[in-house]
């Protein structure tokens, strides 16, 4: 069954106009842990897993890619979700902290 371009637009429109999902996550790659913030969980997986198995990790912490290349997994857990009614500048310096907080709790690296 095709999909008409009506229905095409709404899916792009729906998709655009969807609200972010702030959250602070912890990456696994073996015994290394590195915690980060983002609006969406589910995308971050999705990047990372493609990423690093293609080898193409720019932008990736340093020795993210050499633990994923030895262990061959990436597991992205959600520690913290952030108030989504929290304005740009109070979210910015929110996560300063809650990131260091968790960097520390967890002996994650941030990035």
């Not at 095709?2 to 696994?28: G, M, N, P």
């Not at 290394?32 to 193409?56: C, M, N």
């Not at 061959?72 to 809650?98: C, N, P, Q």
Request: charged share 30%.
């Amino acid at each position: 069954m095709a999909v008409s371009k009506d229905q095409k637009r709404a899916a792009k429109a729906a998709w655009s106009e969807r609200k972010a999902d702030w959250a602070i996550c912890i990456v696994r790659i073996g015994a290394a842990t590195w915690v980060k913030a983002v609006s969406d969980a589910a995308a971050l997986e999705r990047r990372l897993s493609f990423t690093l198995r293609t080898g193409g990790a720019n932008g990736a912490p340093a020795g993210m890619q050499a633990a994923f290349r030895e262990e061959g997994t990436v597991t992205v857990e959600v520690v913290e979700r952030l108030d989504d009614d929290l304005s740009d500048m109070a979210r910015e310096t929110l996560v300063k902290d809650r990131i260091a907080h968790w960097a520390d709790e967890l002996g994650a690296t941030p990035f």
